[in-house]
Nanobody, 112 residues
Framework: HVQLVESGGGSVQDGGSLKLSCVASEKIAGSYCLAWFRQVPGKEREGVVGLDDDGSTTYADFAEGRFTVSLDNAKTTLILQLNSLKTEDTAMYYC???????WGLGTQVTVS
């Protein structure tokens, strides 16, 4: 069973940046659909961005132009660069390998 571990969350001021990492316990091989989601207590989880094995990305409207997803060359770490953060970006952020059904436990991002 592949484990995904997120890190990089924290507390920043409005307009700040954070870099989230999602480390997989083994190389992400073959076909994949990786994604970042976020959730605020009491609200539904929402997709932030998806990354397919052909390199295509799909960003939520709120993420377009501010957030950037990438996968390292070793294909073990999924990165989410968060720029121009707003208070409404405060949430727990989760990474997932959608095709395999693997999820991390999340990393908290707080913007004030």
């Amino acid at each position: 069973h592949v484990q995904l571990v997120e890190s990089g969350g924290g507390s920043v001021q409005d307009g700040g940046s954070l870099k989230l990492s999602c480390v997989a316990s083994e190389k992400i091989a073959g076909s994949y659909c990786l994604a970042w989601f976020r959730q605020v207590p009491g609200k539904e989880r929402e997709g932030v961005v998806g990354l397919d094995d052909d390199g295509s990305t799909t960003y939520a409207d709120f993420a377009e132009g501010r957030f950037t997803v990438s996968l390292d060359n070793a294909k073990t770490t999924l990165i989410l660069q968060l720029n121009s953060l707003k208070t409404e970006d405060t949430a727990m952020y989760y990474c997932a390998n959608i095709l395999r059904g693997y999820w991390g436990l999340g990393t908290q991002v707080t913007v004030s």
